[in-house]
């Protein structure tokens, strides 16, 4: 039964989400699309159909190990194909412009995501419960978190903030934990202040390790080796858990379906317009766009900041592979190649965010470098039906979702303007309000499933149409293009956080 609380909560949200299809009506009407309804209700009904019918069928693929008939995911068909066939009619048949061709088919894909993404976010939040295995709440609710764990804290040239993290794992609510700090061949003094926290442990109970210097993942592979716990959790040396995260992440793993546990990683510092930006960004994220992976337990990446794993499963898949930059996306698609569930729960991290475009560009273009490495890697999830929802759900989602809005994004923006320089602004001063508002409502819903602290993002939402999108999608399209023209190969190195003040 819902607390008042969440009541309260689920009633915003509802009334938050009719406006929110009003505003998206509005927009329809006065952008005079006769065709988007069609254009969009009928994708949309295709893939709620196929959805259910292929997680009706997702249990039988876990159980069955044998390989699956060679198929494309019709979920392509439905988010991609059936959008461009209307587009294509809309030109031949209703005479429309290039420019109304291009803003037509991104009008689709919104209003999409609108109609399928947030009814599922609302389900994830209020209704759908972790515990698939069908425990009872009070079970559940009484876990003694007795699952041993290992919380392996891969560190280079981290000095400034080693010790803040140990110190959020050693005061986090769970007992039965062993700590291990890998020193990756530091050049400062990371080693130094780690090691003043072995008086207070035993050898089983804190270990601190050093080696040559070989990279993230070679360091993450270092510490499994000597870890004892039957989960083991990654956790970043510039992140800080929450007191309950390692509880509310290990007790996920009663249900034998799950092979891993996302947390919720929120921002530590937001003292500048950028860092807003970026918690907008991570709102919009984690409580928007992850609601429907969630619910078919295909959670494309487990964050270095505080993800939980079953250190068998890490064990047969390999470990972590040194072919790409982004070994948490890696790992976490190699254990939903095992069938099992991947899931995230309210369990928070805080991690620290580029407080500059500078350190923003190099972050992102590393992680967006590594999206293309990664998923040109797994390519052959697509044709594969063994992998599940994976294959009919989570991986053409993701990989639309990264390929197509950067790229349609500056198209729209370049005939836009020469649009307004051939003297037709007037026609989108109204629907780029409604827009915008439109924008704000759904930040707003974001905010509500998110929890309180989160009110202030509200007021950067327009930066989520105009400006900071506009800058992620740049460091996209340059991060597509350097992989697919000079190569997936390149030196993986440490990114250490500079300058940071210690956390209150």
């Known amino acids: 039964m819902m607390a008042n609380e969440e009541k309260r909560s689920l009633a915003a949200v509802l009334v ?27 994708p949309a009904a295709f893939t709620a159909i196929y959805l259910v019918i292929s997680h009706s069928r997702s249990k039988k693929f876990r159980a069955n190990k044998k390989k699956n008939k060679q198929q494309l995911p019709l979920i392509i068909f439905g988010l991609a194909v059936i959008p461009i066939i209307f587009s294509i009619i809309l030109f031949i048949f209703y005479s429309y412009s ?25 389900y994830d939040k209020f209704f759908w419960k972790n515990n698939a295995a069908g425990l ?24 400034e903030i080693i010790e ?59 510490g499994l080796c000597f870890a004892t716990g039957e989960i083991i959790v990654v956790l970043d040396a510039d992140s800080i858990l929450s ?3 390692l509880k509310e992440l290990a007790r996920q793993f009663l249900d034998p379906s799950v092979v891993a546990v996302a947390s919720k990683v929120k921002n530590l510092r937001t003292t500048n317009t950028l860092q807003n930006c970026i918690a907008l960004e991570t709102v919009l994220g984690t409580n928007l766009l992850r609601g429907p992976f969630n619910v078919f337990g295909v959670i494309m990446i487990i964050p270095g900041a505080g993800g939980a794993f079953r ?29 099992g569930r991947v899931i995230m729960v309210d369990a928070i991290t805080y991690s620290d965010m580029p ?34 929802m994976l294959q009919s759900f989570g991986y053409p989602m993701l990989s639309m979702a990264f390929w197509f809005p950067a790229f349609l994004d500056f198209l729209i923006i370049g005939y836009t303007i020469y649009a307004i320089l051939a003297g037709l602004w007037a026609y989108f001063v109204l629907p780029f309000v409604v827009y915008v508002l439109w924008q704000i ?60 003040p210690k956390a209150a």
């Open 243 to 245: 007191r309950n995260s």
């Open 441 to 500: 409502v759904l930040t707003a819903i974001a905010v509500v499933l998110d929890g309180k602290d989160s009110g202030k993002v509200l007021l950067y939402s327009p930066l989520a149409i105009i400006g900071y999108k506009q800058i992620l999608n740049f460091i996209i399209i340059k991060s597509v293009f350097s992989v697919l023209l000079f190569g997936r190969k390149k030196k993986l190195k440490w990114e250490t956080t500079e300058e940071i």
């Open 98 to 122: 290039v420019y109304l061709l291009i803003l037509s088919f991104a009008t689709e894909l919104t209003f999409l995501s609108i109609l399928f993404y947030l009814p599922l976010s609302i």
């Open 164 to 222: 803040r993290t140990i110190e959020s794992v050693i005061e986090s609510d769970y007992p039965t934990k062993q700590i291990i700090v890998v020193d990756d061949g530091s050049k400062d003094q990371t080693y130094l202040k780690a090691s003043k926290y072995l008086r207070g442990f035993r050898a089983d109970q804190f270990l601190l390790l050093t080696k040559p210097n070989g990279g993230k993942t070679s360091a993450l592979n270092y």
């Open 355 to 388: 407080d500059n475009l500078k350190d923003l560009h190099k972050q992102r273009r590393r992680w967006n470098r590594g999206n293309v490495q990664t998923l040109l890697k797994h390519r052959n999830v697509l044709s594969n039906g063994r992998y599940g």
């Open 136 to 159: 009872a709440a009070a079970n559940y609710k009484k876990f003694d978190a007795m699952i041993p764990l290992s919380i392996i804290i891969p560190a280079y040239n981290e000095e």
């Open 311 to 339: 250190k068998k499963l890490l064990l047969q898949s390999g470990g972590y592979d040194n072919d790409t930059i982004t070994e948490d996306f890696d790992i976490t698609l190699k254990l939903l190649k095992s069938s």
């Open 16 to 42: 938050l989400s009719v406006i929110a299809y009003a505003l998206a009506a509005l927009l329809v009407i006065i952008s005079r699309f006769e065709m988007i309804i069609l254009s969009t209700v009928a």
